[in-house]
């Protein structure tokens, strides 16, 4: 099976599946890049993709750790697939280790630039409501932004 035929099954499985547009954009990028680099290098056939070209893609990329693990998964879930589907006898990205992870630690702001940003938000307004949400409770900024009311305290 050709390559970017496997691939655009994948994408309308993903589809088929009711994923999250977000997640089946971010699998549409990765593969993006992937039948890219299959083109450059004339790898057209779906088996012709091996662990070995796997690696160099993904050094190519230059992405960081957390990223690169990131379209690993979406590679070896894809491979996955085209196993199950008998598109390839072997999934090459089974023999693909994962980069060590060696993200740096999420730091708390401190006192005094929680203060600033309290200053700088008027009282009232929802960026400070935001801002003490965040304070009070220790979550995210995507949490606390996303979040909805309680519909009822009783």
């Known amino acids: 099976m050709k390559l970017g035929a496997a691939v655009r099954a994948w994408l309308r499985d993903l589809k088929a599946r009711d994923l999250r547009r977000s997640t089946r954009a971010g699998h549409a990028c990765t593969f993006r890049s992937l039948e890219a680099y299959a083109d450059r290098r004339d790898l057209i ?8 070209a796997l690696r160099n893609w993904l050094e190519e990329r230059g992405l960081a750790g957390s990223s690169r693990r990131t379209e690993l998964a979406r590679v070896k879930a894809f491979f996955r697939h085209a196993t199950q589907e008998g598109w390839v006898a072997e999934s090459p990205a089974g023999r693909v280790k994962p980069p060590r992870a060696r993200d740096a630690p999420t730091i708390p702001l401190e006192r005094n630039e929680i203060l600033r940003l309290l200053d700088a938000a008027p009282e009232g307004s929802p960026e400070r ?21 309680a519909a009822s305290w009783s």
Do not use: E, Y
Request: proline fraction near 3%.
């Open 129 to 149: 409501a935001l801002l003490l949400l965040m304070r009070w409770s220790g979550v995210s900024i995507c949490d606390a932004a996303t979040s909805t009311p």
């Open 45 to 52: 056939d779906l088996d012709q993709i091996g662990a070995d």
